[in-house]
């Protein structure tokens, strides 16, 4: 590498040279700073090197048998889609795909969707936290003692249950709990085609969010959102309530600073200081458990 002394090529004077800032006593003297500027090209920096095996090894430990795509249940519905790197059956690599289609030219893409949840999302599959195999309760309800059985033994206690159920209280004292069919189709099929069989009863994916589901379409007319996401890069005034967008939606979350950058301004209502506060232009600190006091209030004085 050989060094000039001709051009800085790093600005510490905030828009003028080095060589042109005046030395003081508190300065490095102008004479005495190099530049790191190079005076030709180096089309391969490694060219020369003696020993080139590393690159092998780096090849082999990221080849591949196969990819696929599929999505996470990462508990944030976002349902991103995913590009798996598969070897000896194992998934060891994640890549977000990146060919949603721009829909609407007035909107920001789509693209990349997924965020280190997602990317991370083989560790939870292989990690050491996962069940692999059915546990029966070994004590009473609540005391955490469980045993392991197989999967034979589990189904046998399931279906004997059902059956039992059926004969004793009739079918529609079953309830099956349905998967969410955005990312289980063939789980939510299934089990809406055995709960149909025998008469069962069936809860929507929505269901465990108890008084959400009905609470919404009572209050405002629809339930959850009555717009996407991207929509609210159009918006001139966002009121984020309860929903740290930064941390929980982070697929989504460019439209809202996106949205800002456009102009639009930002309220955020938490009891904390979150990530999504620290973008707001209005940031309103509510005690726990005193949201619907101020959203009350608010309704009477508009």
Not at 122 to 139: D, F, I, N, S
Not at 183 to 195: E, P, Q
Request: proline residues 7%.
């Amino acid at each position: 590498m050989k060094l000039s002394l001709k051009k800085p090529c790093v600005n510490l004077s905030w828009g003028k040279s080095i060589m042109e800032k005046k030395s003081t006593e508190n300065d490095l003297p102008a004479k005495n700073v190099l530049s790191l500027d190079l005076l030709e090209h180096i089309s391969e920096p490694i060219g020369k090197y003696p020993y080139r095996g590393w690159e092998t090894i780096y090849r082999e430990h990221w080849k591949y048998d196969y990819t696929g795509r599929t999505t996470h249940s990462v508990n944030c519905a976002g349902s991103c889609t995913w590009k798996v790197y598969v070897k000896n059956n194992i998934a060891f690599k994640e890549e977000q795909y990146a060919d949603y289609p721009d829909i609407n030219p007035t909107l920001p893409t789509y693209n990349p969707r997924g965020c280190q949840k997602g990317a991370n999302y083989k560790e939870y599959v292989y990690g050491p936290q996962r069940l692999k195999y059915p546990l029966m309760r070994a004590g009473a309800r609540g005391e955490g003692k469980w045993k392991r059985i197989s999967w034979e033994e589990a189904m046998r206690y399931i279906a004997d249950k059902i059956v039992n159920t059926i004969v004793n209280h009739g079918p529609d004292t079953i309830t099956f709990y349905s998967a969410n069919p955005a990312k289980f189709a063939i789980t939510y099929a299934g089990g809406l085609r055995l709960a149909n069989l025998i008469g069962g009863v069936v809860c929507t994916f929505y269901d465990w969010v108890s008084d959400l589901p009905p609470g919404e379409p009572m209050t405002w007319g629809v339930r959850t959102d009555s717009c996407e996401a991207a929509d609210w890069f159009h918006s001139k005034y966002i009121m984020v309530w309860g929903s740290n967008l930064l941390e929980t939606r982070i697929p989504d979350a460019h439209f809202l600073t996106e949205a800002r950058m456009r102009g639009a301004r930002i309220v955020t209502i938490f009891p904390e200081y979150n990530p999504t506060s620290i973008h707001a232009d209005i940031f309103i600190p509510v005690r726990p458990g005193t949201d619907s006091a101020l959203a009350l209030g608010m309704a009477n004085f508009i």
